[in-house]
Nanobody
């Protein structure tokens, strides 16, 4: 059974950093395209980054570009999202999910299994 499990969230002060993990089981991420999404309180779920592990393409949304980076480790079957210089506006539940498409200019719609999410709270 394919599964994704996020971890790494928590409470951090403005300007701080976190590294979120998306651990896959039941399938190999080597050929998978994975997106990171977030849902802030009272708002809809929005895609913020993705990686196509088949060709190495990545995408970072303009709203977080320069602060967030995405990477993957096939040996650990895990995709990471590094969050730097966090602001209160980054407070949200972050989740990962397979998506149909990831190119340097955008990310496609999600499909398949979705993790339970990990909560990031940025506050002083």
């Amino acid at each position: 059974e394919a599964r994704l499990a996020e971890s790494g969230g928590g409470l951090v002060q403005p300007g701080g950093s976190l590294r979120l993990s998306c651990a896959a089981s039941g399938f190999a991420i080597d050929d998978a395209t994975i997106g990171w999404f977030r849902q802030a309180p009272g708002k809809g779920r929005e895609g913020r980054a993705c990686i196509n592990n088949s060709d190495g393409s990545t995408y970072i949304d303009a709203s977080v570009k320069g602060r967030f980076t995405i990477s993957s480790d096939s040996a650990k079957n895990t995709v990471y999202l590094q969050l730097n210089n966090l602001t209160p506006e980054d407070t949200a539940v972050y989740s990962c999910q397979q998506i149909y498409l990831c190119t340097p200019t955008g990310m496609g719609r999600y499909h398949g299994v979705r993790g339970q999410g990990t909560r990031v709270t940025v506050s002083s």
